[in-house]
């Protein structure tokens, strides 16, 4: 068989229910070849992310349409009743017989015994698609949300706990939107001017962005960004608009020396040292010998010499080579990324209330590490992609509860101010400001 933009879409979501994330399996499957036409490419990206978004919504109703019981309905069948509802729900352009005709296709190649089942299911769900019943949005608004907006009970009654209903709801319906195309400018290499001159020459259209004063919205791109001619040559970086604010909170200076302490692939790491102009020394480091080999490479495509890549646990010592204090410090750290599931879906179906503690304790114990490397007078940015209070105020009231020597500092201009609350503390929300949920707190030792 043909390998379709639908079949492929539920062979990834098939390895995505075993654990393996979205992104890194479409960027394969679209860099290798197998749809070539443009509207092909588009079709699949959007399948899984929309069925991603809309899991609960798509599993409700599977089980008001099946007769047996829905949870023994094998993961295979489930996606391929998933893809072809979301199309039934959430699509307006491909006929109803031609989308059912591509699913039972898909479970012919996939499970052929069972092309009559996905066959009945999405006929049945055609004819009621105007009779289903929803829980009631005034007799139960988490359950209505949970539904409507696919997001876990637990997570819709813990938004409703810090933010109220009407916020909660707002959080999950924008957490469901197609976040934007968007990109960071190397000004080591470019301007946004030069950059977005240079974009229009094959169509793409580029509009600087309104927070970050380094991003630009990327529209209409003819293939992916990667295979692009200007991101080879390291004129841009693909980083949300929110993402980008975090390295201006630390706020380098060229000739410092600075710890990223949990690098990762090096998105901040790298817009660090170039706001340093390339000047200075950026220690960075990564519990994964992969992201630090990717740092590595993002260095180089870059013209960023100032940058020393080291595989290493943050929660630990550091290791000798290393200078012992630094004057400033960024701990970016691994949170429940709650704040990009625009980008990230798959996180909500897998996170649960119980893992919140253990992420705390691990931000605390890297917290706790990373302040003692920092020189009197410095400054220490704890950021995390996550809208939870108990992975970013509480841990930071927990710090400065054990740690007397460390004041709340305030970022004073280099972020917006609206981002900004009484105390200083940086937020980004999906719902206000259109970009991923972040939080930065800029922390000074006193002398």
Known sequence: MKKTSRLLAVSILNRVDKGAFAEPLLDETLSGG?????????????????????????????????????KDISPPVRNILRVGLFQVFFTDRIPSFALVNEAVKTAKWLVPNRQGLVNALLRNAIRQRDRLVFPSESEDPIGYISVVHSHPPWLVERFREIFGLAEASAICRANNEIPPLTVRVNRLKTSREQLIAELLAPGIGATPTILSPDGLHLTNPPGPLSEMSCYKAGQFYIQDEASQLISRLVSPRPGETLLDLCAGSGGKTTHLAELMDNQGSIFALDIRQEKIEALHDATQKRGIRIIKGIVADGRETLPGEMPRLFDRILLDAPCS????????????WRLKREDLPALAANQLALLM????????????????????????????????????????????????????DESGLFRTSTHVDQTDGFFGAVLRKKA
């Open 34 to 70: 197998l749809l070539p036409d443009k509207p092909d490419r588009a079709l699949l990206t959007h399948l899984v992310y929309g069925v991603l978004r809309r899991q609960a919504f798509l599993d409700w109703v599977i089980k008001a349409i099946y007769h047996g019981k829905a």
């Open 337 to 348: 990324g709650l704040g990009t599931l625009r980008r990230n879906p798959e996180i909500k």
């Open 369 to 420: 590490n990373a302040a003692r490397y920092l020189k009197i007078g410095g400054y220490l940015v704890y950021a995390t992609c996550s809208v939870l209070p108990e992975e970013n105020e509480d841990v930071i009231g927990n710090f400065l509860g054990q740690r007397k020597d460390f004041q709340l500092g305030h970022p004073g201009t280099s972020v917006p101010a609206r981002l900004l």
